[in-house]
């Protein structure tokens, strides 16, 4: 496999990530694409299907990522030309709200609906059992 699409701090910042990077394991070669909310994982679709194992470039396809737009509190699903990832979005899908944010496939309905909870009292200890005997 020549290429890797990962979800990076490109531009310097930690987390969250907002830049997805293609990686060319063959050289030096990379392309980023800087993302104006947060990423998740991406995706990548060949555009031949299982054909593309046999035909084509590698990178002939669609890179599909989940984006975070803090500002308007929504999620979009973006689509990116993988061999031009650097030019930006083909396709931008507005989802119309949010999506939780999802870090390598987790997913909590927590992240942005519901404020953190209050931690539980710890349990009483459990009496220690008596001894079986045999």
Not at 29 to 35: E, M, Q, Y
Not at 50 to 57: C, D, I, L
Request: a positive charge; one cysteine or more; glycine letters at 8%.
């Amino acid at each position: 496999m020549r290429y890797t699409y990962l979800m990076a701090a490109d531009r310097g910042v930690a987390v969250p990530y907002k830049d997805i990077v293609k990686h060319d394991a063959h050289g030096t070669a990379r392309d980023v694409w800087h993302a104006p909310g947060v990423v998740g994982e991406p995706c990548f679709i060949p555009r031949l299907g299982r054909a593309s194992v046999t035909e084509g470039a590698e990178d002939d396809g669609w890179v599909l990522v989940q984006m975070y737009d803090h500002v308007k509190c929504q999620t979009d699903y973006v689509i990116l030309d993988a061999q031009k990832l650097g030019a930006g979005p083909v396709c931008t899908l507005h989802v119309g709200h949010h999506i939780p944010y999802a870090f390598h496939g987790t997913f909590t309905p927590n992240v942005f609906t519901h404020p953190p909870s209050k931690v539980s009292k710890p349990r009483k200890p459990i009496k220690k059992l008596a001894k079986a005997r045999l």
